[in-house]
């Protein structure tokens, strides 16, 4: 059977580039970098030199700080890398990676849950939090190397904000959304300005070289605060699969607890299976801006429900104007129809995303954002979207970029954040989903995407000797839980060497090259036990958070002959733990959980026991009194340099707050 999907070829109207040079000037410093091949142009005003024809200059506007891991995976690509030249500006790195630190300062704070916690502009790191319901503290902090700097004191960000992560500037400014508003703030703190979302709450916030600020949404909220959309906020059910109980009937009460932000709340089953609660009826009345329990239905027995907050979430673009004040261009956002029209309202179902949206990096569509969705109403239709930004187009911003089809289907969900690498002087896409549809038919199993962007269309890519259909690389045990780390070493062909993924509760981390062939496999919990670790009773150690890799650069100042990948482990068995109460910490005795540690790999061991250049123990030796054993490194682990040039690094707990880890 041919599974290779036919599709028109893309015709560029020039030669693509085998080299590419770009000037930046800032605070008065010029700077020259040189990139050959496939590297990313990710920030600033660019000046693109292809032979003897060039590209006009783009708006600097709001972009992430070069150089530094100043966003949501780092760059706008998704990349996960920053790679620094081995120059005296940049010999903090030897001191990172000489060892582990010597201390840590828990800058306290509610923790990230599971978002991506800080960025760096090399002098200020800004992280967003997962506050506690109702709010009381801020949920975006910024700090220095020594600690505190300012905070949103008057909380203009709210309780959704954690699945967002910051856009630092390099003078120090900060971008960043929830559901209610996008705002800048400047680096002393002052809100520059405030712009009202078009809904939903943004999966991180993306740039594009025109200066667009690139928002694509989730639809379930932790709070509609500030009561602004709470009339759109629909209460809705959640009944996970065996979660439905045994002996209901139509028509019995819900009983409600956590009442005080919805009043009016009430509810009946509205549909029951062999006894099995499959669907309620809820009337929440308005206002209800905070989701109540559900603490017990009258007539049977073991239902598990959750109520959640559901908006309309679209996608949307923003920017800033010559005179630095920030708006929402067309004054609306778009829905992702089935149809593949973009839609002003959601009367139909749409696609939205959980992910964060990756860029591309080819001149021919440089504005064009790829992003990984779901159907509003099913998730499991899962669909990958090329979108072209124009911001010369006010009241049409955004257009779907491919046609015939005007979307790469899948089975969905997606847990990873699409990375986008340029490989044959084309877009590759890399991805994850719940299954794939082979000829039609939907094959259930996690899977790892690869796909080409041709311009217009896309193309499947198949891996050496591959059976499956085209544009599914890899179908592993375990679903993805992160996205993708690209491996910034030379792979050959002028192209990167490949991309890192991991399972849920896989001790191992896998690459595959960018043709999607198999390269290793690391035990990455074998080499932390034998680093010594305490080895966990149910499980392995595997890995929570994101990635983040840091490496000096070759000579043409592309490939990373020599990474470092930074990650997250921690034994995580989804049996049940007791939760932490004052004086009754669990701790590595009575936890499944013994210890989470943030590690320092070395890319170049591969699955030698010498791989592991470091690990830092989060839990139980740096963790706070009264919190639970399930404390992990969450998040990326961006860089902060002193008035020295000494390095401290920034980490996050899940539930502990902000980490500065310093080499005294």
Known sequence: MDHKRKFPAYKPSGELPTALRFVEKENSILQVRSAVGSRAVQTGALMLFFGTAALPAQPLQIQAAPGWCSMAHCDNQMEDFIGLANSPADAWLATILSGPPGMAQNQGG??????????????????????????????????????????????????????????????????????QNIVKFSNTGIPLWTVPSAGGAPVSLVTTPNGAIFAATRQWLNVCAQNTISAQCTLTANIAAGNGGAGYSAGDTVNFGN??????VAGTVSSVLNGAITGLNLSQGIPCTIAPTVTSVGGGAGAKITLLLEVPAPVAVYTENPQGTGYLVSGQGYFLSQSSMLGSSPADPYYLTVNTPCVSTNPHHPNRVYVSTQLSTDPTQGALWALDLDLANPNQPITVGWSNPPFFSFVGPSAASPLCVKANGLENIYFDGSGYIDNGVPETMPAVFGLTDNGSSFSGIVPSGSALPAGVLATPIHPVTCNFALDPRYGGDNEFKGFFYQGEYDPNLYELSLDGNKLEKIDVSSQLETFGAPIPSNSSYWMRGVFTSYGYTSAAGVFSPNPYLFLSESDFDPTPRSVCTCGNCPNSSGSNNPASYLVSLDLTSGNSTSAIAWAWQLFPANSVACQQSSDAIEGAVPVVLDGGGNPYLFTTGSQSGAYILSWP
Do not use: E, H, R
């Open 110 to 179: 509610p923790g990230v849950g599971s978002g991506l916690g800080c960025v760096s502009n090399g002098t200020y790191a800004a992280c967003s939090y997962k506050v506690p319901l109702p709010q009381t503290q801020p949920a975006l902090v910024a700090y220095t190397s020594s600690g505190f700097s300012w905070s949103d004191s008057n909380m203009l960000l709210d309780g959704n904000t954690w699945g967002s992560a910051p856009i630092i500037d390099t003078g120090g400014n900060v971008v960043i959304g929830d559901d």
């Open 259 to 264: 009442t005080a932000y919805c009043p009016n």
